[in-house]
């Protein structure tokens, strides 16, 4: 996946795929460029972003000459947004602090002070980035990173449009980044993208959904497409159905503020399970340039139906105290911030059928929830059961269902369950696990999300990142159950530590079965 013409060349030939093969493995290294963080002092750059670019020019990847600059309220000098993020690093970087390469990083880092409508910051921000181009060679190469809730964006892009950050010179590039929510439903995030699209050109807009950075989602286009043994039974005559759960053990925390009112659905159903959704059931992609990878992924959301009783096929659940890992936890209610007899749901589950002949009378089970009894995401895709079995029934009596399990956190992988038989002298077949774990195969760690992520973004490499399509057919799924949901289905209260409310297992038992026990 790439850019440059060509290496575009080279992954869309199918000819001959040793060819040059040494020379693709070669890592890729962003250009000259520099990237302003709206945002900068908020708890996703602090934890996840700062530390991801300072990985990213551990590994090498970013060229020297590459700039970051803060936009921010806080009254800082470039030298205590340097100290700032000397520490975000610190704290949060996967890989070892090398002082040189900070002190490479740190050459870069500016840091402007403003409000996020205020013309004057935005005339600095001009100049700030125009000397980095000048003394640090950046090539009026610049990403706006949006990390800043969308109600800021009609803001930023404005002042970006008037203070001309927008347009790119003499064959640069300017880009967005964002980060979801994109919206609330299908009509705000149309309106959400107006804004966006007003400013940049759609193939400038870089929509952040992490879970396509991770290597196990990745993964999961090379387990289904190099592999000639998996796709022949990847459809309905062998599938029985798909169970994708992401699950977390962890409650709210302190982003009360964000989560009131947006909810498990639409805070990753929407998103990052309906493109595990997508990735799991689409067609072969023709090859994985971005167009032909999101088309596959639309054609799959095109093609979700939704029950007709919602009520007996989606789950809506809410928290209240319990134990977990041997300590008492509050309940959803009695967090900071959140207001008394809030409805909103922290667990979320539903089942949808997707309405093509590989997929029909398949369903696919999806439930996400905070504080459930382990942190765990996986797509187990559970296969019917052999049409015969020549031997007593008391003999196969523990057999369940064949799976494949694609484990994505946190014990990165991909298990086999299938039955063997049982060492004695009967005939007894029993399930087993089969195992693949990257720990075990690969020395290399796997790079966090983001650090793919922006080093595509500043690669210019589009296919992890969903279009706005992707994004307005998820939320046109999702929209009719959040309705149904506000009018006539309050969140059930589970307890914290278990495994979601009665009415999830409820709708698993009505179609004869059960959720898997991670
Ligand atoms: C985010 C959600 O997108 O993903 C959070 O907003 C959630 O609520 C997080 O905790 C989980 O990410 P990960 O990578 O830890 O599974």
């Not at 995030?189 to 050109?201: G, H, I």
């Amino acid at each position: 996946m790439s850019v440059s013409p060509e290496r575009d060349t080279q992954l869309t030939e199918r000819g001959n795929p040793l060819r040059d093969a040494r020379d693709r493995r070669l890592p890729l290294i962003a250009g000259p460029s520099s990237m302003v963080m709206f945002g900068v002092t908020g708890d996703l750059a602090k934890k996840k972003l700062l530390p991801a670019i300072y990985d990213l020019a551990n590994r090498g990847l970013l060229p020297p000459s590459f700039g970051l600059v803060g936009f921010g309220r806080r009254d800082w000098s470039h030298d205590d947004f340097a100290q700032y993020v000397r520490e975000s690093v610190e704290a949060h970087a996967r890989t070892p602090f090398v002082e040189t390469t900070f002190e490479q990083l740190r050459g870069g880092l500016r840091f402007v002070t403003g409000e996020f409508d205020d013309p004057a910051a935005f005339e600095e921000l001009t100049e700030v980035v125009g000397e980095l181009d000048r003394t640090r060679g950046t090539g009026g190469n610049h990403a706006f990173y949006l990390s800043i809730p969308p109600s800021a964006f009609p803001q930023v892009c404005e002042q970006l449009a008037n203070s001309g950050l927008n347009t790119p010179q003499d064959g640069s590039w300017r880009r967005v980044v964002i980060e979801k929510p994109f919206g609330h439903d299908l009509a705000s995030a149309r309106e959400l993208n107006d804004v966006v699209e007003k400013v940049f050109r759609p193939e400038d807009v870089f929509r952040i959904d992490h879970y396509l950075g991770k290597e196990t989602v990745q993964n999961l286009l090379a387990f289904r497409f190099a592999n000639a043994m998996f796709e022949p039974i990847w459809n309905a005559h062998y599938v029985d159905h798909v169970q994708i759960t992401m699950a977390e053990d962890i409650g709210i925390g302190s982003r009360a503020g964000y989560y009131d009112g947006i909810g498990t659905a639409r805070d990753v159903i929407q998103n990052h399970l309906l493109q595990l959704l997508a990735l799991t059931a689409m067609e072969e992609p023709i090859s994985f340039d971005a167009a032909e990878l999101r088309a596959e992924k639309e054609k799959v959301l095109a093609a979700v139906e939704l029950p007709t009783d919602l009520a007996a096929h989606t789950a809506r659940g809410q928290y209240v105290g319990g134990w977990q890992g041997g300590e008492q936890v509050k309940g959803y209610l009695e967090e900071e911030g959140i207001p008394a007899g809030s409805t909103t749901e922290t667990f979320a589950a539903m089942r949808l059928d997707i309405a093509t002949r590989r997929w029909a009378g398949v369903p696919f089970y999806l439930r996400a929830g905070k504080r459930l009894g382990r942190r765990v995401t996986e797509i187990a895709v559970v296969f019917r059961r052999a049409p015969f079995l020549p031997f007593r029934s008391t003999d196969t009596a523990d057999l369940g269902q064949n799976a494949i399990v694609i484990r994505v956190q946190p014990d990165e992988g991909v298990t086999m369950r299938f039955g063997s038989k049982v060492p004695g002298t009967q005939m007894e077949v029993r399930d087993v696990t089969m195992d693949f774990a990257y720990g075990a195969s690969f020395t290399e760690e796997s790079p966090e999300a983001y650090e793919r992520l922006i080093l595509d973004m500043l690669l210019g490499d589009p296919p992890l990142f969903p279009r706005q399509r992707e994004v307005e057919l998820s939320w046109q799924i999702l929209d009719p159950i959040t309705a149904f949901w506000a009018e006539h289905m309050p969140p059930e209260p589970y307890r914290a530590g278990t495994w979601g409310p009665d009415s999830a297992h409820k709708m698993l038992a009505r179609d004869g079965r059960t959720w898997r026990r991670p």
